[in-house]
Structure formats: C-alpha cells, structure tokens
C-alpha cells in the first residue's frame, strides 16, 4: 500500500514538472536560465547582467573555446555612465565570421522584470548552440555576446570600433528568433549574394524562411509596420563600417518588451529548427562549396 501511494505521489509530482520528466535540451536549459527571475531582466550595467555575461563565459569556455571580456563604458541618462562588458570568443584572430547576439535586455520596473526570453535569450541561447556546433570552425569564428545593444548598440560599436576591420570576415547577428505562429517567417536580412548551396537550406527549411534585402520586404509581412531594420540591432555597427552582415530575426512578437516575454511563449518545436537551420546554413556559408565566405587555411 505504501509502494502504491508513493508511485501515485511521484506521478503526480512528475506530471506537475514535466521539464524534470525527461532531460531537457542544453538550448532550453540556458534559455530558462537567462530569462529567469535570478537574472531580473539582464539590465546592462546590473549585476543581474553581469550574471548573465558570466553565465554566457562560462559556457564558452566548457565548449574548449578561449575568452575575453571586454568592458566598454556608455552613456546612461543625462549625467550618468554606464558599464558594459561584451564577452567574446577569441580563437579566430584573421578572416573571421562574428556571429552574434547581445544577452542585455530591460531588466525590471518596480516588482516586475522583464524576462526577454525572445529578446534575445533566444539568440544568446543560439550562439552558445553553435559554438558547440560548428566547434571544428572555432579557428574561422568569433561569437560575441554584446551587451548594452538596448541603450544604444554600445556593445557592437565598441567591439567594431577597436577591432581591426581586416579580421572580419562577415557578422551575422541573431535577435528575436521566437516563431510564434505557424505562419512566421525567420528573416535573413542582407546586401550581400548568397552561395546557391547555403540559400538551398533556406529555401528547403522545414519553418518558413525569406531572404531579405530592404526594410520594405520585411515589413510588408508585418502588417505594416515601418521599422528600420537595418538599424534595428547590432549589425548595424557592423554595416555603418561597411562591413558585410546578414541579420536573421522572425521580427514577429507580440510580446516585444513586455513583462510576458517568457519562455512559455517560445515554440519549443519551431526554435529546435531553427537552431538546426543555422548550424546547416553557416556550416555550409563557411564550407568549400560556398566561394564568398568559406574558411580559408
């Protein structure tokens, strides 16, 4: 009888914390991790974002990658100073794809914070993915978690700015990549020419891809939105340089700086494939196929 009760007691304990029910994904661990009430809304310049930043090293650095934190000051307010800290990969040194993606967000207001699940711990989630990923390219790519992007793209414009512009292959920089409904599309937003073999991934992705070239081609499937995307993260510290850049977003989220942008509103199924679809599109960007921005030795 005492065996029955306790197998009723541990189902039922089971069934009211599904996520302890079977191991979940390193993606969804670090992404509950980030976006939650430990970490208050990863506010640049807090020590819940320092937090974040550390997580974020720490991570990198048990997937064999070397690291740096670079700290950077920014202009908070009228009469206060800021001070961020990006944090970077540094086994590339010539040549190298910056993928990117900044882990600040909002932080909180009174007894709420603001999680950012979406925006961006989806894309910082995505980087550290990657980097696990794409581990054999480590010598041909920088990840960069830039902080500071909400107040102004601090982060992106003082890695650019003391970076030697020669060792810069490509950024491809990861914000927003929630799709919330069936019907979102993933953005790859671009000047440059795709190789046919990595925009084959795109065009073969189980979620619905665009290509994208202008504001005009995103916002038209937004419901008219009239939003510059170019300057809408921090790629645009890299193309202000004239420095190549793809930025991939869903663009889509109704609950863009809200207090309800929590992991329970990311789609489990939809963020796996697009994490499978980048692993696929940059393997094969950097692979001997692709002539415009494969590694060369």
Known sequence: MKTLIFLATALIWLAANPAMATSSPQWHRDLTYLSSEDLAGRKAGSNSGAQAGDYVQRRLQQLGYQTQVQPFAFKQGFFQQGQGRNIISNDCLQNCVVISAHYDHLGNSGHNYYPGANDNASGVAAILYLAEQLHPLRKHITFAAF???????????????????????????????????????????????????????????????????????????????????????????????????????????????????????????????????????????????????????
């Open 147 to 297: 902080d500071a992007e909400e107040n102004g793209l601090h982060g992106a414009k003082h890695f650019v700015e003391n970076k030697d512009h020669d060792a810069v292959r490509l950024n491809i920089n990861l914000d927003m990549l929630n799709l919330p409904r069936a019907n979102s599309r993933l953005f790859f937003y671009t000047r440059e020419s795709l190789c046919p073999i990595a925009k084959k991934h795109l065009d073969n992705s189980p979620i619905r891809t665009q290509l994208a070239r202008s504001n005009r081609s995103i916002n038209r499937r937004l419901d008219g939105e009239r939003i510059d995307w170019l300057r809408a993260s921090d790629h645009w510290a890299f193309a202000r340089q004239k420095l190549p850049f793809i930025f991939v977003t869903a663009a889509d989220d109704p609950h863009y700086h809200q207090t309800s942008d929590t992991i329970s509103q990311i789609h489990d199924e939809r963020y796996a494939q697009t994490l499978q679809l980048l692993t696929q599109f940059i393997g094969e960007l950097l692979g001997s196929r692709c002539d415009d921005f494969h590694v060369r030795e």
